[in-house]
């Protein structure tokens, strides 16, 4: 089971918004819409910030938001913040016996 | 504010076992699914394996044969073990709670993590 497609490195200026792609195969991400979405500062534990595609979790800003088309789901921050540097990783159920599949992280650097 | 912490070794020698030790705060672990997952340097995450307190687990098959994992819930902890470890199995470690709700509002996600623990194979 290969790992999802995340572009290496994304940047913005404050207040833009950006888009992480997250590219998969019709057995997980074109498959399901559980796919989720992960906030990671290194060092840090990783936080959830999207579930089931473009559901946020209790206290997750509505800057962030997603979508999925065929076997490419999407991130987006809008209103870029200083705060949202770090790295993001999407997850996907699958129907392979490995059950999950990560994505390969995307730095997010603001300008 | 469901909290994990992973602990252990830091380094294992090749051939040993690694174990690993997750201790759960500000929740039971009783009635949730857990996770183990890896990342190694410049890959992506890769989900070893889960468990429910019941006993039940379920383990990625690349590893299968290589995992165990159980929970003590007297004392609110998971545990992981890798066997016959390799300079391969050098990686980050860490222990999620898994939400599987099939069908349902909560969908499948991974909701409370712990920071990680660095385990380094090495003679």
């Known amino acids: 089971q290969s790992a999802l497609t995340q572009p290496a490195s994304v940047s913005g200026s404050p207040g833009q918004s950006i888009t992480i792609s997250c590219t998969g195969t019709s057995s997980d991400v074109g498959r399901y819409n559980y796919v989720s979405w992960y906030q990671h500062h290194p060092g840090k534990a990783p936080k959830l910030i999207l579930y089931n595609v473009n559901n946020r979790p209790s206290g997750i800003s509505i800057r962030f938001s997603g979508s999925k088309s065929g076997n490419t789901a999407s991130l987006t921050i809008s209103g870029l913040q200083a705060e949202d540097e770090a790295d993001y990783f999407c997850g996907s159920y699958t129907s392979s016996s490995t059950s999950f599949v990560f994505g390969t992280e995307t730095k997010i650097t603001v300008l | 504010q469901v909290h994990l912490q992973e602990s252990g070794p830091g380094l294992v020698k090749p051939s040993e076992t690694l174990s690993l030790i997750c201790t759960v705060s500000?929740?039971?672990?009783?009635?949730?699914?857990w996770s183990w997952i890896r990342q190694s340097a410049g890959k992506a995450l890769e989900w070893i394996g889960r468990?429910?307190?019941?006993?039940?687990?379920y383990n990625n098959p690349s590893l299968n044969s290589r995992v165990t994992m159980s929970v003590d819930t007297s004392k609110n902890q998971l545990s992981l073990r890798l066997t016959s470890v390799t300079a391969a199995d050098t990686a980050v470690y860490y222990c999620?709670?898994?939400?599987?709700?099939?069908?349902?509002?909560?969908?499948?996600?991974?909701?409370?993590w712990g920071q990680g623990a660095l385990v380094t194979v090495s003679s």
């Open positions: 500000g929740g039971s672990i009783s009635n949730s699914y």
């Open positions: 468990i429910y307190p019941s006993g039940s687990t």
């Open positions: 999620a709670r898994t939400i599987l709700d099939f069908g349902g509002t909560s969908g499948v996600s991974f909701d409370y």
